[in-house]
Each structure stands twice: as structure tokens, then as C-alpha cells.
């Protein structure tokens, strides 16, 4: 389908006053809007244990039960280091310096995964066309799970609250191994084209998908044995991706959130670009620092998606700020304060569209 337009209603100053106010937060405290030391600490902090624990596993084969610990480690410092360094590096919000951005971005090639086809799924896709069935290709899970009542229901839907838990862990492995390649291949994010990939992105593209084989699949190989590295390998990558599985679908697939449906005649969805994303996205958990800390703040995801070039570090301040404005112009502002809550809510979602 074609991308649909966002109707700019007229006289409206919801965005507008948004952004007046958070830029006056960040001047009146004399702060900028990017990164700060408890993020590049976070950061070295995460990368350090984890190719520790690379290094330890495969070098120094440590007793089953302690590399089988370190492994479950590995596979949620996977999902730290793309909450916390990748993403924000991805929105050029890690660092006021655009290297230490493309560093921070492209850190999710060493985890498996293309920064090139995630900028384009990711930032300017999921962004702005956030919950639209045909073009979000983060609810395009078909055949295996019905997002939305526009998608086409299966029989086998109505069981889908309870097999996706297993469906969220082969999220990793599917998207390094599989739809990477599709959509390099086809050009496409679902239906939407992706610009014309340079030369070095086409270098880089398969330069770090070579490096990450060698990494974890041909050298572990090598020093451990097939079957070893297999075990490993999986409890990486499908501890990996349930985490991730589970804290992107908590912030748009709930009971509460919308999936809005371009009117037919002139597609065009029927509210302005930011009130579209917070009626698509809820948040959860937001006064659990230790979920705040370890998610890199995704569970502000109302204020990562009006503002995704601040870094999560400053959600919790700002997040007061888009609170009262939505209140005063009775904008429904979706949030769990507990992550459980968020969980149920997901899982009845899933439960009502495979059985409505």
C-alpha cells in the first residue's frame, strides 16, 4: 500500500506546544538534549561484560552450569546493548558528536543484526506510520499472529496468546538469519521501498554479517564442538529475543492502543503526525528505575516517539511535561504503572484478535 499522509488539523497547536515546552526544559536547565556520563558509563559497562563473558565461555570453558549462566547473561547484555547504545545511536541521540552516534548505531552489527536495514524498519517506517497494518512492519507477523482487526484471522489465532512466548524468542535468530536478507534483497521493509543503498553501505551490509558468523558461529564452532556452540548460541539468542520481543510489543500492542486506518478515498489518517503516536503507544513501569535502567527507557515510549532524537536519560524529566500538556488538551496519554500490567493487557490484545 502507499504511505499514508497525516491530516494537519486546523488551528491545532498540540505539537507545536509540545515542543515549545520541552525546549524550554532543556534551556532553562542548561542541558543538552543527548547523552550524558551515565549513559557512556552504561554503555562501556554493558560491552565490557559482555565480551568478558564471550571471551571467558569460549576461551576458558569454564563447568556446564557457569557457561550456561553466562550465556543467559549474554543473551540479555544482547538486548541492553540495542536498548541502550544501539537505539539511541540509531536516533543520533547517544552523543552530540555524529561519530560516537554511528558508533553507538552500528554497535548492533556485532550483535548480528544490520544498523543499515534497522535505520530504515526502525526510524523511518516504525516512526511515523507507527501501529498502520501494511506499512508497520513491526506488527507484520503474518501467518503466525493476528496484531490488529485488519489483518486476516486464522483458526490457529485463538491460541496465539499462548504459543507467542515461544514465537518471541526466535525474534533474534528469524531477524539476523532471515529478514535482514529479505529486505535487502527485495528493497523493501514490507511494502515500502528503502532508499538506494551506496556502495558502502552494500560493504558494509555484508562485511558485518561475515564478521558476526565468524564471531559466533564459525570460531565457537572451532574451539567447542558443533553441539556446544549450538546450545549456546540458542540460549543467546532466544533469551535475547524474548526481551525484546516483549518490551517493543508492551509499548504498542495492547488492549488501549490504536491501530488507525487510513480513510480509503484520500489515505490519510484522520489525526496529526503527534497525536497519532500517542494514541499507538503506551508506556510502562516508568517508576522502576531498575526496568527504567536496564530497558534504556523504551518504557517512556510515548516520549521516545514525540521526541526520538532526546536521549532516554532525560525521559523521565520530560515525561511530566508531555503528561500535563496531553491533560490539558485532552490528548489520553496510555501508560502501566506496573510492567505486569502491561503484560496482561498484551496478552488479552492477543487473545481478543485471535478469537473476535
Known amino acids: 500500500m502507499a504511505t499514508p499522509k497525516f491530516l494537519n488539523?486546523?488551528?491545532?497547536?498540540?505539537?507545536?506546544?509540545?515542543?515549545?515546552?520541552?525546549?524550554?526544559?532543556?534551556?532553562?536547565?542548561k542541558k543538552p538534549a543527548t547523552g550524558n556520563f551515565s549513559l557512556y558509563f552504561k554503555a562501556g559497562l554493558f560491552w565490557a561484560s559482555y565480551i568478558f563473558l564471550y571471551i571467558h565461555v569460549l576461551f576458558f570453558t569454564p563447568p556446564t552450569w557457569i557457561a550456561i549462566l553466562e550465556c543467559v547473561l549474554m543473551g540479555g547484555l544482547t538486548a541492553a546493548i540495542g536498548?541502550?547504545?544501539?537505539?539511541?545511536?540509531?536516533?543520533?541521540?547517544?552523543?552530540?558528536?555524529?561519530?560516537?552516534?554511528?558508533?553507538?548505531?552500528?554497535?548492533?552489527?556485532?550483535?548480528?543484526?544490520?544498523?543499515?536495514?534497522?535505520?530504515?524498519?526502525?526510524?523511518?517506517?516504525?516512526?511515523?506510520?507507527?501501529?498502520?497494518?501494511?506499512?508497520?512492519?513491526?506488527?507484520?507477523?503474518?501467518?503466525?499472529?493476528r496484531m490488529c482487526e485488519t489483518q486476516k484471522k486464522y483458526k490457529i489465532h485463538r491460541y496465539q496468546h499462548i504459543y507467542v512466548w515461544f514465537l518471541y524468542t526466535l525474534l533474534l535468530i528469524i531477524w539476523v538469519f532471515a529478514t535482514d536478507y529479505t529486505k535487502y534483497f527485495k528493497k523493501k521493509v514490507g511494502s515500502v521501498p528503502i532508499k538506494k543503498m551506496s556502495t558502502f553501505e552494500h560493504f558494509a551490509f555484508w562485511i558485518a554479517k561475515a564478521g558476526y558468523a565468524f564471531m559466533m558461529i564459525a570460531l565457537p564452532i572451532y574451539k567447542l564442538g558443533f553441539l556446544q556452540w549450538l546450545v549456546g548460541f540458542l540460549i543467546i539468542a532466544m533469551f535475547a529475543g524474548l526481551i525484546l520481543s516483549v518490551v517493543f510489543q508492551l509499548a504498542h500492542t495492547v488492549e488501549e492502543t490504536a491501530f488507525p486506518v487510513p480513510v480509503a478515498d484520500i489515505n490519510k489518517i484522520e489525526n496529526e503526525w503527534a497525536i497519532h503516536q500517542i494514541q499507538t503507544t503506551a508506556n510502562f513501569a516508568t517508576k522502576n528505575k531498575l526496568i527504567c535502567w536496564l530497558v534504556g527507557?523504551?518504557?517512556?515510549?510515548?516520549?521516545?516517539?514525540?521526541?526520538?532524537?532526546?536521549?532516554?536519560?532525560?525521559?523521565?524529566?520530560?515525561?511530566?511535561i508531555i503528561k500535563e500538556t496531553c491533560q490539558e488538551y485532552g490528548v489520553k496519554y496510555i501508560e502501566f504503572h506496573k510492567m505486569r500490567h502491561a503484560l496482561v493487557s498484551h496478552t488479552l490484545h492477543l487473545k481478543r484478535m485471535g478469537r473476535a
Not at 9 to 29: C, D, I, M, W
Not at 96 to 108: G, H, L, P, Q
Not at 110 to 127: E, P, Q, R, V, Y
Open 9 to 29: 488539523a486546523a488551528g491545532s497547536t498540540f505539537h507545536q506546544e509540545l515542543k515549545r515546552r520541552v525546549n524550554e526544559y532543556f534551556t532553562k536547565a
Open 83 to 145: 536498548f541502550n547504545v544501539m537505539h539511541d545511536g540509531g536516533h543520533g541521540s547517544f552523543s552530540n558528536s555524529k561519530f560516537w552516534n554511528k558508533i553507538a548505531a552500528f554497535s548492533v552489527n556485532a550483535l548480528g543484526a544490520s544498523a543499515i536495514m534497522w535505520n530504515n524498519k526502525h526510524n523511518i517506517i516504525h516512526h511515523t506510520y507507527t501501529n498502520i497494518d501494511g506499512v508497520d512492519d513491526d506488527i507484520e507477523i503474518k501467518p503466525m499472529l
Open 297 to 320: 527507557g523504551l518504557n517512556f515510549q510515548i516520549e521516545h516517539h514525540l521526541f526520538p532524537k532526546i536521549s532516554h536519560v532525560h525521559y523521565p524529566a520530560i515525561s511530566k
